[in-house]
């Protein structure tokens, strides 16, 4: 499974592209919005640091003008993906764009309807979001399983973000049901890195072998 981190935060990009994990970026209008600095700047510096795909959303609400922003967006690497919100214009616009081999990534899919449109439309990556189901007491991971059942039923090119991860074990689901990818947020990450045993375990080693050298 593939790990792209969830973040417009070039030094967390930064940081987690230094573990040697990463496959690329998401982003959004809210995540953009907190580094309170160019789009198109910050699109393109973080595509100088992950060779990978890195999504880019659009802002208009109409096919044609959701088209010609990503037309500008494309050009500024050849790896950014364009992300469209799961409405008629953006399949429109998928569409399009599909045909242009501009890469799409469709998000904000809350059923697998919506998955099997953003499917046929031609879009490269879907976006089923787990957590916010999970914040209202629904099971966000069943959704992917549903999207998963699918997509292996059928010869769609699409692959499976799952997004809106809240915890580890939203990862650890999603790789066992045969996800293509999870985008991450960066604190979850951190969280993956970490287990009581492990600490423990060192502790002893550094431990014993100060014991080991003192002798």
């Given amino acids: 499974m593939k790990i792209f981190i969830d973040t417009a935060n070039i030094d967390k990009i930064r940081e987690v592209n230094t573990w040697g994990i990463l496959d690329g970026v998401t982003t959004n209008p809210s995540l953009v919005a907190r580094e309170n600095t160019d789009f198109k700047t910050l699109v393109s510096e973080i595509c100088k640091i992950v060779d990978g795909p890195i ?28 992300k469209v919100p799961m409405t008629e214009e953006g399949l429109k616009a998928t569409k399009t764009l599909a045909s242009e081999g501009i890469p ?84 979850v990450l951190k969280k993956m890195l970490h287990h009581p045993l492990t600490d423990i375990g060192i502790k002893r080693f550094q431990d014993d072998w100060a014991k080991m050298s003192k002798e």
């Fill in 55 to 82: 999504s880019a959303e659009v802002m208009s609400t109409q096919a044609a003008d959701m088209v010609a922003e990503a037309r500008k967006l494309a050009k500024i690497h050849k790896n950014v993906v364009i």
């Fill in 104 to 187: 799409v990534n469709m998000t904000l899919i809350f059923s697998a309807a919506q998955a099997i449109l953003a499917c046929k439309a031609g879009a490269r990556y879907i976006s089923p979001f787990v957590g916010r189901f999970d914040d209202i007491g629904e099971e966000g991971m069943n959704l992917i399983a549903e999207i998963m059942d699918i997509l292996d039923a059928y010869e769609f090119d699409a692959e499976v973000i799952v997004a809106s991860v809240r915890h580890p074990i939203h990862v650890t689901q999603a790789a066992r049901m045969g996800a293509h990818i999870a985008t991450i947020p960066y604190e």
